[in-house]
Every structure is written in structure tokens, then in C-alpha cells.
């Protein structure tokens, strides 16, 4: 990164070992008033209105200042609290197969990238390592983006603490996005403002990878025998946010009148750590284990070859859609 950037608070160490670019915060506007976003100090400034957002542990934050509603606060600290839970849960089977799903499809595109609700930063990462670009990872809740800072050492990563509903970036710059696993944590309205969000953001013609909880066929069984929460609730994991399982069709008409959809696939197709945990009760645990590992190593090519066929739409634990902005 060039030298025309900005200390975190705390000096080297606080942002992966350097400055941030101001490369990267010209990408960025003031909330407010949509002005330019100067490098001061420890802080970002906008040169019309004055007002500074603060980097706190390597994350520059638009967040703070803000008057978050009540539900909003409330999931927000829900995400806080189970960041680093939520940091050890993705195993290397899912990483396996997830990680290519979303970052593949975007092919090689040259400027800045964003992952959307990045969480504790491992899209962002792959993002970053794969495509050799600028990534602003953008998640609400500081707790995760901490994490993702320690993750995302020595990569050309900006944390970025903001609402997923109003992004603090300017028009059309985006030249690729990913928003993994966040799409179904948002109410109907808030959905479609987050579509024309990433859609504003976008270059036209820039690609995205979007994934949302599929309805598959396991959960509208769990629905036939009697459970509402099968199809969308309050409280997934324990943790306390809103979630919907869309069906394809679903997905695709809430899609369609913002992004031209290019590919509509379920992914996550074989529950290997059920299967895995079902086999280590049966023939012990060892064995269970040897399992997931060969899943790991290569048995999540057959996953991904599953994601070819209509029969994922069925089996995915995630839809994941390839969208670009409409011209
Ligand atoms: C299931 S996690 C996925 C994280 C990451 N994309 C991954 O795949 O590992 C969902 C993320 O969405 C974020 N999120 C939910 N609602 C948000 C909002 N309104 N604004 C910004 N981020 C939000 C959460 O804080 C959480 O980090
Ligand atoms: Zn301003």
C-alpha cells in the first residue's frame, strides 16, 4: 500500500502492520452529506461537513455515531457476542467448498472488491489472496471486524463498521462484491434496500456473488410436521436475529428487478458433519472424523459438482445467486 495513508490509533500493529490507503477511502463517502473522506490522523474526516469517523482496533467506523433502532442494536450486540464462536464454526469442508462458490464466479476484476457483511473476515480473505485487489470488508457488528483485522494481516483489507442497509460508498465503484450467509438476516423491506444498495455500489456490468439460507427439502419437512421456524424466526443458534430460509423462486423475484441473474445454484449440498457425526456414533468417532477429512481433502468436488444440477436447488443448505447490476 502507498504511502499516502493513515496511522490507526496506536501506530503499526493496530491495522495489520501498516497504514491504510487513501486509495481505498476515496471509494468511501460521508454518510451524511456524501463529501470526500480525508486521512487525519486517526481518523477519517469528511472535508465538507467535518465530521471524523474513528478507526477503533484497525476498523474505520461509521457505525458509532449513528442512532442504530432497538431491534437493530439488539442484533447487533447478538453478533458482537458470538463472534468468536462464530469464528470456529465454518470447518474446513465448508471452507472447501464455500469459499471457491463465492470467490470463482467473479473471474479477475481489477478495483475494489467488497464483501458484504464480512464477518470475521474468511471471504474476505480468500477475496484478498485470490484476486490480488482492495477489499473493503463491511460488517455491523466491531467484535467480528476485530477478528477479521487479526485475519487479515499484511492484506489489502479496509474494515469498514456500517450498516449493510446504507453503505458509506460512493456510486458505481465497486468492480466486484460478495455478500455470504447475510442476505436471509434481513426483514423483507430491508431486503430490497440492501439489493439496491449493493446495485448502487456496483459498476455496471461488476458481478456478485450473493448466498442466502436455502428452504431445502430437510426444512420443509421439518415444516410439514408442524415447525414455523423452519421457514424464518427470531433466534438461529440461540443467538437472537432474524432469519428466512427462500425458496429459488423466492430468492429469484426479489433478485430479478434489481440484478440481471446470471446463475441461481445450491450450494453446500452434502451435510458431511451430520453424516459425519452420524457414522463416528455408529463405528466410532475416528472414523467419523476420517470422513469429514476426506471430504476435506476431495470429497467436496462431488459437492461442487452437485451445484450443477437443478437437483441443489433441493439439497443446498445455501442458495447462492451470480448477479450483475442492471445497466
Ligand atoms: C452468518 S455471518 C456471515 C459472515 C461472513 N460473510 C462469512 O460468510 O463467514 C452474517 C454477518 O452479517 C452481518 N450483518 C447482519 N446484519 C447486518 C447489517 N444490518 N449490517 C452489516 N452487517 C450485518 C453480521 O454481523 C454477520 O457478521
Ligand atoms: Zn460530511
Not at 478507526?55 to 450486540?77: I, K, M, N, P, W
Not at 448502487?200 to 421439518?222: D, K, Q
Not at 443467538?239 to 441461481?264: C, G, K, M, N, W
Request: with cysteine.
Amino acid at each position: 500500500m502507498g504511502g499516502a495513508g493513515v496511522s490507526p490509533p496506536g501506530g503499526p500493529g493496530g491495522y495489520g502492520d501498516r497504514s491504510v490507503d487513501a486509495r481505498l477511502l476515496a471509494s468511501l463517502w460521508c454518510p451524511d452529506d456524501h463529501g470526500d473522506l480525508l486521512a487525519e490522523g486517526g481518523a477519517a474526516r469528511c472535508a465538507s461537513c467535518g465530521r471524523g469517523f474513528p478507526y477503533r482496533d484497525g476498523v474505520l467506523s461509521f457505525v458509532e455515531a449513528e442512532v442504530l433502532d432497538d431491534v437493530t442494536r439488539r442484533e447487533q450486540s447478538s453478533r458482537d457476542a458470538e463472534a468468536a464462536w462464530y469464528d470456529t464454526i465454518n470447518t474446513e469442508y465448508t471452507n472447501a467448498v464455500e469459499l471457491p462458490a463465492m470467490v470463482e464466479r467473479l473471474g479477475l476484476p481489477v478495483g475494489p472488491i467488497l464483501d458484504h457483511g464480512a464477518g470475521t473476515g474468511r471471504i474476505t480473505a480468500a477475496l484478498a489472496r485470490q484476486l490480488a485487489q482492495p477489499v473493503i470488508a463491511l460488517d455491523y457488528s466491531h467484535e467480528s471486524l476485530r477478528l477479521l483485522v487479526g485475519h487479515c494481516k499484511g492484506l489489502d483489507v479496509l474494515a469498514v463498521h456500517a450498516d449493510g442497509r446504507a453503505l458509506p460508498i460512493r456510486d458505481g465503484v465497486i468492480a466486484a462484491a460478495t455478500s455470504a450467509e447475510v442476505y436471509e438476516h434481513f426483514r423483507a423491506p430491508d431486503r430490497r434496500m440492501v439489493a439496491d444498495e449493493l446495485a448502487r455500489v456496483l459498476r455496471p456490468g461488476a458481478p456478485m456473488t450473493i448466498s442466502t439460507l436455502n428452504y431445502s427439502w430437510v426444512f420443509r419437512l421439518w415444516r410439514l410436521v408442524g415447525n414455523k421456524a423452519a421457514k424464518q424466526g427470531e433466534h438461529l443458534f440461540g443467538s437472537d436475529f432474524f432469519y428466512v430460509r427462500q425458496t429459488p423462486a423466492e430468492f429469484r423475484a426479489e433478485l430479478d428487478p434489481v440484478f440481471v441473474v446470471r446463475e441461481l445454484v445450491g450450494i453446500r449440498n452434502i451435510p458431511a458433519r451430520t453424516l459425519a457425526g452420524a457414522l463416528g456414533r455408529v463405528i466410532g468417532r475416528p472414523r467419523g472424523e476420517r470422513l469429514l477429512d476426506w471430504m476435506a481433502r476431495r470429497g467436496h468436488r462431488a459437492d461442487r459438482a452437485l451445484e450443477g444440477s437443478r437437483l441443489s436447488h433441493l439439497t443446498g443448505t445455501f442458495l447462492l445467486a451470480l448477479v450483475e447490476r442492471r445497466a
